[in-house]
C-alpha cells in the first residue's frame, strides 16, 4: 500500500514552499518522500522532484501553439494529464516502490478541484493502485482578516471536499507572517453566534437567511476547520503531518517496537 498527499489551494496560498518544508523535514527525521510537482506553469523549486508533468506538457508551449490564455491552457494541460493516467503517470510511478509517500504539489487553479473533473479521475486512479490519499489544502492566513473571508475561505474548501471526497487537512499558511495571532485565533476556533452577528452586521439584511445556513453548515457539521502552520516552528510541521499520516493510516502496518525497561522502585 503507498500514501499520497495532494496539495492544493489557491495560487499563492503556499503550497510549494509546504512541500519544500515538509521535505526537509522528513529528510532530518530520515523519512522517505517524493515530491511530484503537477503544475505545468511552476518554474523554481526548493525541493528535488521526482517527478515533473512539464515533462509531459508545459504551459508555455500550449499557450504558443494553441493561442490560448493561462487559464485555459492550463485546463488543457490538465485534462491531457488525465487523457495520460494509463500511460505516461503509470510509467513514471513505476519508479515508486508499492509502500513509497508521494507528495503532488498541484496548480492553483481553483476550478480543478470544485467542478472540472480531472483532479477526482486522478484521485480514483491512485485508489485503483491501493494508494491512500489525503488533500492538503492550504489557505493563506493573510485571508483571514474577517468573517466573509472566512466563510468564503471555508466554503472552497469544502467543495474540494464534496468534489474530491477525501479526508481533508485544512491549513492556514503563512502563519510566522501574522502580525497579531489574535486575529486569527478567532477563526481556528470560532464561536457561531460571534461569526453570525459579524456576518450580520456586514451584509444587507435581506443576506440574513443565507447567512445563518452558512454559519451552521460550518458549526453543526464540523465540516471545515484549519490547522495553523508557522514554519518556524518545528513542532508546527510534525503534528500537520501526525494529523495527515492518521488520515492516510500511514505506519499502521509498521511493526510494534517493545522497549525493555526495569520499571524503578518506589523507594
Not at 495527515?244 to 526495569?262: H, L, P, R, S
Request: with cysteine; glycine share 4%; net charge negative.
Amino acid at each position: 500500500m503507498g500514501y499520497a498527499q495532494l496539495v492544493i489551494g489557491p495560487a499563492g496560498s503556499g503550497k510549494s514552499t509546504y512541500c519544500a518544508s515538509l521535505h526537509q523535514h522528513c529528510e532530518t527525521i530520515g523519512r522517505a518522500v517524493h515530491i511530484v510537482n503537477l503544475d505545468p506553469a511552476a518554474e523554481n523549486f526548493d525541493y528535488p522532484v521526482a517527478m515533473d508533468i512539464r515533462e509531459l506538457i508545459s504551459l508555455d508551449d500550449v499557450m504558443e501553439e494553441l493561442g490560448l490564455g493561462p487559464n485555459g491552457a492550463l485546463i488543457y494541460c490538465m485534462e491531457h494529464l488525465e487523457e495520460s493516467l494509463d500511460d505516461w503517470l503509470e510509467e513514471e510511478m513505476e519508479n515508486f516502490a508499492e509502500d513509497d509517500y508521494i507528495v503532488f504539489d498541484c496548480p492553483g487553479q481553483i476550478e480543478l478541484y470544485s467542478h472540472v473533473p480531472v483532479f477526482k479521475n486522478f484521485v480514483e486512479h491512485l485508489k485503483r493502485k491501493n494508494i491512500n490519499v489525503c488533500v492538503v489544502y492550504l489557505l493563506d492566513s493573510q485571508f483571514m482578516t474577517d468573517v466573509a473571508k472566512f466563510i468564503s475561505g471555508c466554503m472552497a474548501s469544502l467543495s474540494a471536499m464534496i468534489q474530491l471526497e477525501l479526508p481533508h487537512v485544512n491549513i492556514l499558511s503563512k502563519m510566522d507572517l501574522v502580525r497579531n495571532r489574535k486575529d486569527i485565533e478567532d477563526y481556528l476556533n470560532p464561536e457561531p453566534q460571534f461569526l453570525l452577528a459579524e456576518l450580520n452586521q456586514r451584509m444587507a439584511p435581506r443576506f440574513g437567511k443565507l447567512n445563518k445556513a452558512l454559519i451552521e453548515l460550518v458549526d453543526q457539521y464540523s465540516m471545515v476547520s484549519f490547522v495553523p502552520l508557522d514554519l518556524r516552528k518545528k513542532r508546527s510541521i510534525q503534528y500537520i503531518l501526525s494529523q495527515i499520516d492518521m488520515c492516510i493510516q500511514y505506519g499502521e502496518d509498521a511493526d510494534v517496537k517493545v522497549k525493555d525497561f526495569d520499571p524503578e522502585d518506589d523507594d
